[in-house]
């Protein structure tokens, strides 16, 4: 039995003490606030096989920097002096390239598919919990040319992986949703993804585990390491010191500083984005994306939870309404009715910073400077959907050395 340290209770963090449970490990989760209480809760609740295409993809810089000027885009590049913005900016361009996308997609397609029959195993295994599991599908929504050139190319790249898209036209998808707006000119279906309520998943997680021996500590900082011979041998956390086997570092977009706690640079940088949940009062049935205005919509039966905008600056900066009413302002263009729909208070918006790296990828897998130091963070918009996969991979190779899947791609130390 090892003792295994987790600095990050987000939802990898807690998915990786799930496994490290079960598989007969000591666990210790340190979290700054209250576990599952960040980008976890927030999220969209997608299972998205179909996101096979990485953020670092052709076009996705000018995009970034035409909209940077607008308050309210969907996504923009916050352009900075810092140092570690510069390094990571440098990177981004260097790696959104189609070259980027074709060495990418099929590792992204195992790593989901691989995440979402996890994600069923789980689900059996605690019947007890209604988690709004369904599998529904995505359906992406454009209204222009571009939008349905570039929806499209995804899924002629997302059919090339072996997975299933139906491009539909404005009549087959009023089958499914009948009250797109009469400005949609079509969508693309990929059957096999699924949707979830995260904050049901994150609530059952943190209780699961406590009930199960997690020692779980809230609203407490990891201040430093205590190394020997290139070894975490101790986590300091306020006036605690925690003795571990293992240290894993799931912090979210502060996984960056806690790696140069440990002398190693890991390029992450926050994305900021919001979400906020409505009753469901167009009736709408589909989990969606607006294709041009990068919206998210997750109906939840009675209620719907919609999200968007990526501001890649790292900084946690207060709600721009602005981007708010982007959002808001989205949803009479893709739904009859959706005009209705307000912008929420700010005290009914939930905000924060998703980790992004440079490519897109996540991080998953060892440190390359400390040999019992792994990490599990840089999922971007796909912490839910991947957070199984991290956990159970993590696991694996605390356990046994070795992971089930080639998680070459998502090594830590790819940039240094």
Not at 32 to 49: E, L, W
Not at 260 to 266: A, H, N, P, T
Not at 296 to 308: D, E, H, M, Q
Not at 368 to 397: C, K, Q, W
Request: with cysteine; net charge positive; glycine share 12%.
């Amino acid at each position: 039995m090892a003792r295994i340290v987790i600095a990050g209770g987000g939802i990898i963090g807690l998915f990786t003490a799930y496994f490290l449970k079960a598989d007969g490990h000591k666990v210790v989760i340190i979290d700054s606030g209250y576990p599952g209480n960040n980008c976890s809760t927030g999220n969209a609740g997608m299972i998205v096989p179909s996101h096979v295409i990485p953020l670092a993809a052709p076009g996705v810089v000018a995009k970034g920097l035409k909209w940077m000027f607008s308050q309210k885009s969907p996504f923009a590049l916050r352009l900075s002096l810092d140092p570690e913005w510069v390094r990571w900016g440098l990177l981004f361009i260097r790696s959104a390239t189609r070259k980027n996308v074709d060495r990418s997609f099929m590792h992204l397609k195992d790593i989901n598919l691989y995440s979402k029959q996890l994600y069923r195993s789980f689900i059996s295994n605690h019947k007890e919990v209604d988690f709004h599991w369904e599998e529904k599908g995505l359906l992406m929504l454009y209204r222009s040319r571009e939008g349905e050139k570039e929806e499209s190319a995804a899924a002629k790249t997302a059919v090339s992986a072996g997975l299933e898209a139906r491009v539909m036209g404005p009549g087959e998808i009023r089958k499914i949703e009948p009250g797109i707006s009469d400005d949609v000119k079509g969508g693309v279906l990929y059957p096999g993804d699924a949707i979830l309520s995260p904050d049901i998943l994150t609530a059952f997680l943190y209780k699961h585990l406590q009930e199960k021996g997690v020692e779980i500590v809230r609203e407490s900082e990891v201040t430093g390491f205590n190394v020997e011979n290139d070894r975490v041998v101790s986590v300091f956390a306020g006036q605690n010191e925690f003795k571990c086997d293992y240290l894993v570092i799931s912090a979210g977009a502060s996984s960056s500083l806690l790696a140069r706690k440990l002398s190693f640079r890991l390029p992450l940088m926050g994305g900021k984005g919001y979400s906020f949940m409505t009753r469901n009062t167009l009736d709408l049935k589909q989990p969606a994306i607006l294709s041009e205005r990068k919206v998210t919509v997750s109906p939840y039966s009675k209620n719907i939870r919609f999200g968007g905008t990526m501001e890649i600056s790292g900084k946690a900066t207060g709600t721009n309404m602005r981007r708010l009413e982007g959002i808001t302002e989205s949803l009479g263009l893709y739904y009859q009715g959706g005009e209705v729909i307000k912008t929420p208070s700010e005290e009914a918006v939930w905000s924060g910073l998703r980790p992004v790296s440079p490519d897109g990828l996540p991080y998953i897998g060892k440190s390359p400077v400390m040999e019992n130091v792994l990490f599990g963070t840089g999922h971007s918009m796909m912490g839910i959907s991947l957070a199984p996969a991290t956990g159970r991979i993590l696991s694996d190779i605390i356990g046994r050395g070795s992971a089930d899947l080639d998680i070459s791609l998502y090594s830590p130390g790819r940039f240094s």
